[in-house]
Structures are given as C-alpha cells and as structure tokens.
C-alpha cells in the first residue's frame, strides 16, 4: 500500500529507492521531489492549476495529467513509482 500524505504547504521530497511506491495528495502548495540519479521512475503526477517540470523537460502549464517513464524502466535495478495529485501548485522533479 502506497504511503500517502495530505500536504497544505509547499513540501519538498528526498525518494527512497526501497520504499514502496509513493503517493502525494494536497490541495495547494509546490512540490519538489529529488529522485537519486541511479533510479528509474514511473510518475503519474495530476495538477489542477500550476507548471509541471519533470527533470530536463519542457515544463507544463495547466497540464492536467502527465505519465513520464524512464528510458530504462524495464531494465533498472532500481524503480519507483511516484503519483502526486495537486489541486493548485507547482510540481518539480529533479535528480540529485
């Protein structure tokens, strides 16, 4: 069962390889989650209102849903799925 948190603020998110898959609600506020450089990723990330910048993509405004995959997701050691729905705010995914 994914962790799953309900957030009014700006938040920002270190990612856990080993964790089980991650889930982030909230109504308004940014987020910006660091993914390590050695993990694929799955995102499923849903904004209302507000830019989406997933890595070096061009961002998004107002984009509604947006599924990103990894070039390696079949073949990564390590994986995660990431799911962030936000009612109003920005959504930032970077690597570090």
Do not use: C
């Not at 856990?16 to 993914?35: C, E, H, Q, R, Y």
């Not at 799925?81 to 570090?96: A, F, L, M, P, Y």
């Amino acid at each position: 069962m994914p962790m799953e948190m309900m957030l009014l603020t700006s938040t920002m998110f270190i990612i856990d390889p080993w964790a089980m898959p991650f889930l982030s609600k909230k109504l308004t506020g940014n987020t910006k989650i660091i993914v390590p450089d050695d993990v694929a990723v799955i995102l499923d990330i849903t904004v209302g209102t507000g830019i989406v910048k997933v890595f070096d993509e061009s961002p998004q405004i107002n984009a509604g849903n947006i599924h990103y995959f990894s070039d390696n997701v079949n073949e990564a050691r390590k994986r995660m799925k990431i799911t962030i729905r936000v009612q109003t705010g920005n959504v930032e995914i970077v690597r570090g």
